[in-house]
């Protein structure tokens, strides 16, 4: 089990198994990733790569009022986002590591 810290709120959880994030925002805001392939060109060589990406998800799932402590609540939501996909891009090489081998083992 391996527990990586993005933020006060945020971390992303390993069981070995896969990734997931956690995070204290409430119920109604889900904080996720998803791994993505796109097929590239080297221009080079014309040879064709499939290269991964790892990308973040946020969405409200319930019900979130414009006034008072709901839009505080969103704001905060949000912000935390922030943070969280600016850590996915600046560690994008490994947690793509981590991503395809949750268990911390390295094959040999």
Same mark, same amino acid.
């Given at each position: 089990?391996?527990?990586?810290? $993005?933020?006060?709120?945020?971390?992303?959880?390993?069981?070995?198994?896969?990734?997931?994030?956690?995070?204290?925002?409430?119920?109604?805001?889900?904080?996720?990733?998803?791994? =993505?392939?796109?097929?590239? $060109?080297?221009?080079?060589?014309?040879?064709?790569?499939?290269?991964?990406?790892?990308?973040?998800?946020?969405?409200?799932?319930?019900?979130?009022?414009?006034?008072?402590?709901?839009?505080?609540?969103?704001?905060?939501?949000?912000?935390?986002?922030?943070?969280?996909? =600016?850590?996915?891009?600046?560690? =994008?090489?490994?947690?793509?590591?981590?991503? =395809?081998?949750?268990?911390?083992?390295?094959?040999?």
């Amino acid at each position: 089990m391996e527990i990586r810290q $993005v933020s006060d709120s945020v971390a992303i959880y390993s069981d070995g198994q896969r990734l997931q994030v956690i995070h204290n925002l409430g119920d109604e805001f889900i904080l996720d990733f998803d791994f =993505q392939t796109e097929e590239v $060109v080297n221009i080079d060589d014309l040879t064709t790569h499939v290269v991964g990406d790892i990308a973040p998800i946020f969405k409200v799932s319930g019900y979130c009022s414009r006034s008072g402590e709901d839009m505080y609540r969103l704001k905060w939501a949000i912000h935390q986002f922030e943070i969280f996909e =600016q850590y996915l891009n600046d560690y =994008q090489e490994d947690l793509l590591d981590w991503w =395809q081998n949750p268990g911390g083992e390295n094959g040999n």
